[in-house]
Nanobody, 123 residues
């Protein structure tokens, strides 16, 4: 599975952005999709994830401001970000947990990563 994130940019505090992450390749194996972010000098942080059933989970700093969604027909996951703050500035990356089976039928879970997109919140 290959992933590519889009939609980053420069936005003023209080503004909004929508990120997209499109998957290609063996997309039928995709289960949970996750957005992460990494600011300079800081560790990578989980932002939000969404399961194949549509269950969502958010990090506390973004609850109530960010919304994750997915369109399985388009193999795309979105992150709608509102009321952006300076501390949201980071490179945003998407990942996909994939499920495969070996020749003997054993399940194998793997994680694919996409290239990030820069989000800068500044006046």
């Amino acid at each position: 599975v290959q992933l590519q994130a889009f939609g980053g940019g420069l936005v003023e505090p209080g503004g909004s952005l929508r990120l997209s992450c499109s998957a290609s390749g063996r997309t039928s194996s995709i289960r949970t999709l996750t957005w992460y972010r990494q600011a300079p000098g800081k560790e990578r942080q989980m932002v939000a994830d969404i399961t194949s059933r549509g269950d969502t989970n958010y990090a506390d700093p973004v609850k109530g401001r960010f919304t994750i969604s997915r369109d399985n027909a388009k193999n795309t996951v979105y992150l709608q970000m509102s009321n952006l703050k300076a501390e949201d500035t980071a490179v945003y990356l998407c990942s996909a947990d994939t499920l495969h089976y070996t020749d003997s039928g054993e399940p194998v879970v793997a994680r694919a990563w996409g290239r990030g997109t820069q989000v800068t919140v500044s006046s």
